[in-house]
């Protein structure tokens, strides 16, 4: 049975796509390179992020990638307040609560800009804990959460992480936890699909899913007895 599920942020339940690409493109529009649509961002974001700025058009033989990464951090965090979470993110973290169980917040996010969102957005309350990382620029997501498990002393077989992105799936690769991506944030359902692991469409979909895994081992255990 599921116990914990240990969620991302950025993409998520933060819909924050449309402030990263609007970012993005005042970024690239300063340097004369094309502006990113929705769909070749998604082709081309990934983690590390310096990768994805590279496929973007920038040249860090001609800049410094810290100068870039805080021009695009500054950007971001002037346009936060204009994203949303996704419409059914709180009856879903609500839900979960009801059921018992433990929701830990693993982010790429700087740690204090991170407690800062989640309060903003209504949503602290329902998490056990929160973690982001301890600088901007989008690195140590893994060696984070190994810490986080190790500090909460987590049952892995027994925890499931929901993220939105190739990098969420290789942090619960090397967890040792089974991974659910919801192909509604920052990259393709396309590319989410070459993962060996479960995508859905939308957290109430994900929300179903571990529901009924719920049922399924409870009916089991009750057959048992």
Known sequence: MIKTIIWDWNGTLLNDTDICIESMNDM???RKLPALSLQRYREIFNFPVRNYYVSAGFDFEAES????????????????????????????????????IKQVLISAME?????????????????????????????????????????????????????DTIHDFEVATDLGVVCLLIANGHQSIERLKLLNCGVVDDLNVALEMVKTEILMTTTTIDQIR
Not at 68 to 85: C, H, N, P, T, W
Not at 89 to 96: D, G, K, M, N, R
Not at 112 to 135: C, P, R
Not at 137 to 159: H, P
């Open 28 to 30: 690239l529009g300063k």
């Open 65 to 100: 990638f810290d100068v870039v990464a805080f021009e695009f951090m500054d950007l971001y965090f002037k346009r936060l307040s204009q994203a949303g979470i996704f419409d059914e993110a709180t009856e879903v973290l609500s839900e979960l609560k009801r059921l018992g």
């Open 111 to 163: 740690h204090n800009s991170l407690l800062t969102s989640v309060k903003e957005k209504g949503l602290f309350e329902y998490f056990d804990h929160i973690s982001g990382i301890n600088d901007h620029f989008a690195d140590g997501k893994i060696e984070n959460a190994k810490k986080i498990v190790s500090v909460l002393k987590l049952d892995l077989t027994k925890t499931l992480m929901i993220g």
